[in-house]
T-cell receptor, first 112, second 111 residues
Framework: GENVEQHPSTLSVQEGDSAVIKCTYS??????FPWYKQELGKGPQLIID?????GEKKDQRIAVTLNKTAKHFSLHITETQPEDSAVYFC???????????FGTGTRLLVSP | NAGVTQTPKFRILKIGQSMTLQCAQD?????MYWYRQDPGMGLKLIYY???????DKGEVPNGYNVSRSTTEDFPLRLELAAPSQTSVYFC??????????FGQGTRLTVV
């Protein structure tokens, strides 16, 4: 089955810096790669996603890149703000099976 | 629009007790899921359903059961609770294409 690895487990940056979180996946049949943000005491919330027919996607300060050949994808957050502090999860799925496999999460801390 | 609603938010169980975690969605999604989240382990899929009357096991189904009699509801049953089932449980629903909407979670402690 699919296996998703996520790095780093914790990331501390200064406000205004960029943050990058990386994930690798094992199943070449995976074709959907979402990123979730989880704030303390809440459920994960989808912030951006990318499908395998696209190499990069941007939404304001966040972007996701996908390298299908290397089987890795990354989340990029620019001009970080304290409210970006949260745990971020990557996931992968084959939409034919409709099951998401999650990475282990990255705790991002943005210091003012 | 409430989205995905989980009850209860917190629960303490004694070893050997049983309970049902409730999950309801009002988005008319066919797909529903139960995940558990342990510290540093991400989210693991327990059970999922692709529609009313259809359920299947995920990665970690042992000790749990589910049913899906309606599109809206997907309860998770714990029989004979064990300390290893101490976790945060999340229900999610999806319209398909992989997108998932999560509830707020149920924090369960088994003592």
């Amino acid at each position: 089955g699919e296996n998703v690895e996520q790095h780093p487990s914790t990331l501390s940056v200064q406000e205004g810096d960029s943050a990058v979180i990386k994930c690798t996946y094992s199943d070449s049949a995976s074709n959907y790669f979402p990123w979730y943000k989880q704030e303390l005491g809440k459920g994960p919330q989808l912030i951006i996603d990318i499908r395998s027919n696209v190499g990069e996607k941007k939404d304001q300060r966040i972007a996701v890149t996908l390298n299908k050949t290397a089987k890795h994808f990354s989340l990029h957050i620019t001009e970080t703000q304290p409210e970006d502090s949260a745990v971020y999860f990557c996931a992968a799925s084959n939409t034919g099976f409709q099951k998401l496999v999650f990475g282990t999460g990255t705790r991002l801390l943005v210091s003012p | 629009n409430a989205g995905v609603t989980q009850t209860p938010k917190f629960r303490i169980l004694k070893i050997g007790q049983s309970m049902t975690l409730q999950c309801a969605q009002d988005m008319n999604h066919n797909y529903m899921y139960w995940y558990r989240q342990d510290p540093g382990m991400g989210l693991k899929l327990i059970y999922y359903s692709v529609g009313a009357g259809i359920t299947d096991k995920g990665e970690v189904p042992n000790g749990y059961n589910v049913s899906r009699s309606t599109t809206e509801d997907f309860p998770l049953r714990l029989e004979l609770a064990a300390p290893s089932q101490t976790s945060v449980y999340f229900c999610a629903s999806s319209p398909g294409m992989g997108i998932a909407f999560f509830g707020q979670g149920t924090r369960l402690t088994v003592v």
